[in-house]
């Protein structure tokens, strides 16, 4: 019998081989023959899967979103409340900068490609307004501070978190002293919020 070929699996394959070009090298590094040596194939097999580049790189989006949410998934899996998933949820993109270097890295590259790929574009804002929906409503089943506006200190917390990931990726920051940041301004706006509930994820680069 002829081998049966997960076209699926093999189509994730390269698209994950171009989300490492892309972290690597930018999207200008991002070509049929630089993907099809990365993920070990033919130019042709690449061909056969992906219309072009533009399909390839909204796929590496796809992938790199799907990663990220994965990251975060695994880091809340334990959480005991509102108040610690919401912490959770602040130090797994704070920890992408030491466990989730690629869709990080590859999410800056990105971001000059949203602006004239409408595809990419929406990817990011879905998941960007998702994102700050669950904060916002994490944050306000937490017990906020009076004077706090879960829609608005949502902005500030995600946007706190990721300069905190960059940090950690340019190695001026170690993943607990990130933290402590974060503890220390979820302390500020959520007066019962523990100092440190729990620990922050352990920087294990992934590739």
Partial sequence: MPKQVDHAARREEIAHAALRLCARDGLAGVTIGQVAQEAGVSKG???????????????????????????????????????????????????????????????????????????????YRAGGDAVHREIAAMLAASGPAPDVDPGVEAHVLLGLARGLADEVLLGELDVNDAAAIVDHHLQRILPGAPAGSGSPPSPQTSG
């Fill in 45 to 123: 097999l690449v061909q056969h899967y992906f219309a072009g580049k533009a399909d390839l790189l909204r796929a590496s989006a796809h992938v790199m979103r799907r990663e990220i949410e994965r990251h975060v998934g695994e880091a809340v899996r334990d959480a005991r409340g509102p108040a610690d998933t919401l912490r959770r949820v602040l130090l797994a993109i704070v920890g992408l900068g030491a466990t989730a270097v690629v869709p990080l890295l590859a999410g800056h590259a990105f971001l000059s490609r949203a602006v004239a790929d409408p595809e990419i574009r929406d990817l």
